[in-house]
């Protein structure tokens, strides 16, 4: 019975986290910090919410490592531009 008690606990929190991360896309709001957290509330009791949440990691760690990629070439100094002076 307690299993089950916390299984529908966990079920209620969690989706209603994700729910407000997923209102949180429209409105404004940190929907990329407050989804996952909702999954990691999930991802305690749930074989598919630990899927969604690699998922989701898997892909943050790609758009960050594009992002630094980006990164490294948009420091480059353009020759013919010249260098912006600090006040």
Do not use: C, H
Request: proline share 6%; aromatic share 6%.
């Amino acid at each position: 019975m307690l299993k089950y008690a916390r299984r529908l606990v966990v079920s209620v929190m969690g989706g209603t986290i994700v729910l407000i991360g997923i209102a949180l896309l429209v409105l404004p709001g940190p929907a990329i910090i407050v989804i996952p957290v909702g999954l990691a509330i999930l991802a305690t009791e749930f074989a598919w919410a630990r899927r969604w949440l690699r998922i989701m990691k898997e892909s943050a760690e790609k758009g960050a490592g594009k992002l630094k990629f980006r990164s490294l070439f948009s420091r480059k100094q353009d020759k013919n531009r010249p260098a912006a002076q600090d006040p």
